[in-house]
Structure formats: C-alpha cells, structure tokens
C-alpha cells in the first residue's frame, strides 16, 4: 500500500474540469512544497507535469494546476482533451514510498 | 535537448545479475541527482535509488538494500544500477530519471525491461 494514497479513477467528459486528490500526511505532503505530479500515456515514460505543489515546466499546458491544503495535494485539469486520457501519479519528497498508487483518468 | 538512453534490460534467472547503463546527453551531468525508478507490469511507479551529483551519498528502497548498487560516472555522463540477488519480484521496466531537486524527476528514459524468470 502506498504512503500517498490516489484515488484509481476519475473521469470527465471533454470540456469539463476534474481533480485527482492525493492524500499524505505531515510527514510529507504536509511537512514540504515538493509536491509533484506526473502523467503517463500507455506504454509511454511518465512526464512531470507540475512540480513544487503548482508549477509546471516549460510546454506544460496552463490547463493543468496543482494545489495543496494540509496533508493532501490537488491536481486540476481543466477544458479536458482526449488526449489527457493517461495515468497520473503524484509524489512527495520526505515520504517514506515516494509515489501514489495512481489515477486513471478517463475522458468520457 | 536532454536525453536518458537506457540499456542493460533482459531475461535473467532468479538469484542472477543484470547492470543497467543509462547514457545522458544534452545537460551537464555532473550538477544533477540522478535516480532509477522502476515500473512492475501493470502496477504503479517505484523509486528504486538516487545518487548525489558527486557520487558521495546513495540511497535505496528496503526491498533492494545490499542487492543493487547504484553509481555514475560523470566523466562519461554515465549512471548505472548492478543489480544482484535478483528475484521474481524485480521484474519491471527501469527508468533513467533526472531529478532536479527534492526527489523531482523532471526527465525520464524510454526505460529498459528486466525481466528475471526460471
């Protein structure tokens, strides 16, 4: 079981917005802003798509937002595109398992 | 543009060993922690081990202690894991990850498959 705990599917159709949650505790989520997200397409190498708790690398679409309140983090697509049909997982720097379990996120 | 080119992957027999090359490019080398993440068919991302830019401090998952070794060669922009001991669980598809900071893995290999099978 992993420390960061994803909820395994979310689902929107195109258009809308959907968040993905990611619960830790304050031993990581809640002790550091090193939050990060990552997106993987199917049989793809993950990419990170916000890091710092709600930063996103050069060529990050803006439709993607991060956030964090206590101990859980917040991923946020909104206008959703097919194309953002993928797997997402957060990490946190200080946990003692790195990564969530993950979110399938499914574009209706 | 920054490249992580993985090789080393393979079928390996339970209690074998494997060691996994990643080639980096396009960034200086030497200023960057680097990690190898790994991957079990079908499951959900596993960090593995992260080395200092001066190869001075490592660490590892439990599961891995005193069976893989991770080190760098940066002269030769080169990160490796020797992986020993190897068991059925250790199959998944290893990645080459940059981190930029605070376990952050802003880029990643194609990743190698290891496969370890009787």
């Known amino acids: 079981q992993s420390a960061l705990t994803q909820p395994p599917s979310a689902s929107g159709s195109p258009g809308q917005s959907v968040t993905i949650s990611c619960t830790g505790t304050s031993s990581d989520i809640g002790a550091y802003n090193y939050v990060s997200w990552y997106q993987q397409h199917p049989g793809k190498a993950p990419k990170l798509m916000i890091y710092e708790v709600n930063k996103r690398p050069s060529g990050v679409p803006d439709r993607f937002s991060g956030s964090k309140s206590g101990n859980t983090a917040s991923l946020t697509v909104s206008g959703l595109q097919a194309e953002d049909e993928a797997d997402y997982y957060c990490?946190?720097?200080?946990?003692?398992?790195?990564f969530g379990g993950g979110t399938k996120l499914t574009v209706l | 543009e920054v490249y992580l080119v993985e090789s080393g992957g393979g079928l390996v027999q339970p209690g074998g060993s494997l060691r996994l090359s990643c080639a980096a490019s396009?960034?200086?080398?030497?200023?960057?922690?680097m990690d190898w993440v790994r991957q079990a068919p079908g499951k959900g991302l596993e960090w593995v081990a992260s080395?200092?830019?001066?190869?001075?401090?490592?660490d590892y998952v439990d599961s891995v202690k005193g069976r893989f070794t991770i080190f760098r060669d940066n002269a030769q922009n080169s990160l490796y894991l020797q992986m020993n001991s190897l068991r059925v669980e250790d199959t998944a598809v290893y990645y080459c990850v940059r981190d930029r900071a605070y376990a952050t893995f802003d880029c990643w290999g194609q990743g190698t498959l290891v496969t370890v099978s009787s």
């Open positions: 990490s946190s720097y200080g946990g003692a398992e790195l």
């Open positions: 396009g960034f200086t080398f030497s200023t960057y922690w």
């Open positions: 080395i200092k830019k001066d190869g001075s401090q490592k």
